[in-house]
């Protein structure tokens, strides 16, 4: 199901609409000063290998005061900042307290109003710096936008990469160097806060960038956590990501596929391919002739991010790992997360046990999780047609009810009528391990 992470997206598509509204004079983001030359003699340290203590006494002294929570709705540098999904929050004098209950809950404070800030130049001497109380057990989020910078655009963000804030902490500080987070650093959008796998409170006094970490601070290394991908890369390419479905409907989508002659990725759980009474392992074997893309879903379909310990986590991507090999005889390197649902714990261990993991969630939601089984089920076409307007181009869907499925053909038909190859994802990211395109637009 993927209703988590499109509510998100819809909600801080909204709220940026408001933020640029009621903030007019503030739709362009303030320009950072430019910092000067390090000293040849400064120290360079490679904090991707091995744990380090980072200190740069000779850095730039810029810091970026970000949030101090004197306010609701507006962060210290003007923008917004609130929670989503349903975070339960109490407001205090200079602190924000997160009550989480759910994996998708998360606070974002920005960094743009609707634009991108660019921190290049503040690599590789600043660090993020986070004053806070109470539980460790969250990530820490640095978004990207796109490449227009526009919020209105999908996808918003484009990308983001996370950290565990347990290895960052020690008392009520944490301190990550800004080269820890893997994204393109000319189109910071915010940092946010998700990832929740406690009931426990957490409670955020500061949010800033500064220009060194203090002396004896230790620094852990970065640890691998994939990519995470939203778009396609390849010019004018399409790709359908077509997660969990019903085995009654998937000769009907077989048929719509070869007959549109698309090619399209299904993300498959490992439960269903051992259930014999399902006949998804001959499903998905008769898929991978036909030359569809299989990859993994986890094996049960939960939210990964917020289970209790790495060793439920691990059961999750290796039993799904297993089922691949023993019943389909094949292997990826291509994931996406039930629900959407993303955290830094998720995506290490992914890492793990995948070389090179692509994490693949979706910038075109027909949202048949909200309509599909509604009065008004046409309200799936209507999103879908919305999203791609808007410069989606990775879709997700499901096969579990029979008015997706009937608005299958439609909306690839509207698709190919906006002049976009569909293919694999693996395709349509330009993996060289893919196989060369097979099918015309028409």
Wanted: charged share 20%; net charge neutral; proline share 8%.
């Amino acid at each position: 199901m993927a209703s988590s992470m499109s509510i998100t997206l819809s909600l801080l598509f909204l709220l940026l609409i408001i933020n640029a509204l009621i903030t007019p004079t503030q739709a362009t983001p303030p320009q950072l000063p430019p910092l000067p030359p390090s000293p040849p003699s400064a120290p360079t340290l490679n904090l991707t290998t091995t744990t380090t203590t980072f200190h740069n006494p000779q850095g730039p002294p810029n810091s970026i005061l970000i949030d101090t929570f004197q306010h609701q709705d507006i962060n210290a540098l003007g923008h917004w900042h609130g929670a989503l999904e349903g975070l339960t929050v109490h407001h205090g004098n200079g602190f924000v307290r997160l009550f989480p209950s759910d994996p998708d809950h998360n606070y974002h404070t920005q960094l743009s109003a609707s634009s991108c800030y660019d921190l290049r130049s503040y690599q590789p001497t600043h660090a993020l710096h986070v004053v806070f109380g109470g539980t460790t057990k969250f990530s820490i989020f640095l978004n990207q936008n796109n490449p227009a910078c526009d919020f209105t655009r999908n996808p918003f963000p484009q990308t983001s990469d996370v950290v565990e804030a347990a290895r960052y902490a020690r008392g009520n500080d944490i301190y990550i160097p800004l080269a820890h987070f893997h994204i393109d650093q000319s189109r910071a959008v915010s940092v946010s806060f998700g990832g929740f796998w406690s009931l426990e409170s957490l409670t955020l006094y500061k949010v800033e960038i500064v220009p060194a970490i203090p002396v004896g601070f230790p620094v852990p290394h970065r640890v691998n956590n994939g990519r995470l991908m939203l778009t396609c890369s390849r010019p004018d390419s399409f790709a359908f990501g077509i997660d969990d479905g019903q085995p009654r409907f998937a000769q009907e989508v077989m048929r719509i596929l070869e007959e549109e002659r698309v090619l399209v990725t299904f993300f498959v759980v490992g439960l269903g391919l051992r259930d014999r009474e399902t006949n998804f392992s001959n499903v998905y074997r008769e898929m991978i002739k036909r030359g569809h893309q299989i990859a993994l879903h986890s094996d049960t379909h939960r939210k990964m991010e917020g289970l209790g310990s790495t060793a439920e986590i691990d059961r999750e991507i290796v039993e799904n790992i297993k089922a691949f090999r023993q019943i389909l005889g094949i292997e990826t390197h291509y994931f996406r997360p039930p629900f959407g649902t993303l955290g830094a714990r998720t995506r290490q261990r992914l890492a793990n046990y995948i070389t090179d993991p692509q994490i693949i969630t979706w910038s075109v939601d027909i949202e048949d999780w909200l309509w599909a089984d509604s009065k008004t089920p046409e309200k799936q076409r209507e999103a879908f047609f919305r999203d791609v307007r808007h410069g989606g181009n990775l879709a997700v869907m499901h096969f579990l009810s029979s008015t997706t499925v009937s608005y299958f053909r439609e909306v690839i038909q509207f698709v190919k009528s906006q002049n976009k190859t569909i293919m694999r994802i693996d395709q349509c990211l330009e993996d060289p391990r893919s196989p060369p395109l097979k099918f015309p637009i028409h």
